[in-house]
């Protein structure tokens, strides 16, 4: 998420005083048994998601640089859960090379197919960037980035909803399943992918996309937020098919306009459609974007787990239903 660096670093020096450092220093302090609680739900569970997150996260990926083996590591392993799922390539491969890089590098990208002969020509694009930084300067003996919260935590979110439709077949429009690289680099990625589809002649109907769900929101009467909040009526939908108010509005990303400073805003720009992105990081609730202490250990799996279980709902409302319910305002 290095597009909104800046914008994190003016508020971090405003807001995370001792009072908010000592409350992110005791979510980090959470066990591991407390973490690894089920998460609300059926379909997930925080054991299922850690373990995705702990190889994603984990030294030997080397923080998932773009053109890196550490982020080759993870394409294949994000391959693996695709195949091992139901979910078919959406390209001849699961890859789909960048033109826009100059290091090799992809995006992965699947696809399960509606069962509506119909509504299975309108495409729905879920997707997360799986990169993140790399190395870095050394901060007590720890150079690794590990990018747990950024964003191996919105990655192993769309892989358990890729493993959930992939294996349920529930869909009646075709959802595509886009993990992006080079978002770190400028939304290179999604900025390839959105270009490719739209000269393909894609009939995009919505992007939503993952950012940054590894811990929750704080003091919040909402689950989750989505950038771009008064563009369109998708937190109506959601909470709509929810049956609660899981998704707000942040003021603050508005003011930072967050919404065009992550891989949803590329499908926005090429297609015109609704794109946003849903997000659990506030700017108070957690203190190392881009620092070497974005591991694992400090994510909240149960939170992760408990907001995929609510979503997928959401996501299934909006793939059956029988018209296009979210409109841009």
Known sequence: MKTILYAFTALFMMTCGPSKIEQTTALGAKSRSE????????????????????????DELKGRDSGSEGIEMAA????????????????????DTLSNFEKPSFNVVGIVEGSDPALKNEYIVIGAHYDHIGVVKAENGDDIANGANDNASGTSTVMEFARYFG??????????FALFSAEEKGLLGSKHLAKKLKEQGLNLYAMLNFEMTGVPLQGKDYFMYITGYD???????????????LVGFLPTAKEYNLFQRSDNYAFYQEFGVPSHTFC???????????????????MDFAHMATLVNKTIPVLEGIANAPTQEIQKK
């Not at 294996?167 to 595509?176: E, G, V, Y």
């Not at 563009?231 to 108010?245: D, H, I, R």
């Not at 108070?284 to 694992?296: A, I, L, P, S």
């Open 35 to 58: 973490a690894t609680k089920k998460g609300e739900g059926t379909f997930t569970d925080a054991e299922r998601i850690g373990k995705i997150m702990d190889y994603l996260a984990s």
């Open 76 to 95: 294949k392993y994000i391959e693996n859960h695709f195949k091992s799922s139901g979910v078919k390539p959406y390209f001849e491969t699961y890859r």
């Open 280 to 298: 659990t990081f506030d700017f108070t609730n957690f203190d190392h974007y881009h620092k070497v202490g974005d591991e694992t250990d400090i």
């Open 167 to 176: 294996t349920q077949k529930t869909n009646k429009r075709t959802l595509i």
């Open 231 to 245: 563009m369109s009526n998708l937190a109506e939908v959601s909470n709509k098919y929810a049956k609660e108010n």
